[in-house]
C-alpha cells in the first residue's frame, strides 16, 4: 500500500484551514472505518496493558492535551511505526 493511499484510509490526517490562523486544523473526515477501529483498539488496549504507551499517553495530557487528544497522538504513532514492541 502506498503512503499517500494510507495516509488518507487514516480519519487523523490534518490538514490546514486556508482562511482561518495558522495553528488551526481539523481532521480529515474520509478514511477508511474498519482501519480506524482496529487503530482505536490497539491503542485503547496498549493503554490498558503496555506501560510505555499509558507513560505517553499521560505525558500527552499532562502537556495539557485532552484524554482524546493524547489517545489520537498515541494513534499516529502507532501508525507512523513510531512505537517499539516488547515480547515480555
Known amino acids: 500500500m502506498k503512503i499517500a493511499t494510507y495516509s488518507h484510509d487514516y480519519d487523523g ?3 490546514q484551514l486556508p482562511i482561518h490562523r495558522d495553528d ?5 473526515r474520509r478514511g477508511n472505518r474498519q482501519l480506524n477501529a482496529a487503530f482505536h483498539r ?3 488496549t496498549q493503554i490498558r496493558y503496555y506501560g ?13 492535551k ?7 497522538c ?8 513510531r ?6
Open 13 to 15: 490526517e490534518r490538514f
Open 24 to 28: 488551526d486544523h481539523r481532521l480529515n
Open 42 to 44: 490497539i491503542a485503547v
Open 52 to 64: 510505555p504507551a499509558r507513560d505517553y499517553v499521560e505525558r500527552r495530557m499532562r502537556e495539557g
Open 66 to 72: 485532552s484524554e482524546r487528544e493524547a489517545i489520537r
Open 74 to 81: 498515541l494513534k499516529r504513532q502507532l501508525r507512523e511505526g
Open 83 to 88: 512505537v517499539h514492541h516488547t515480547e515480555e
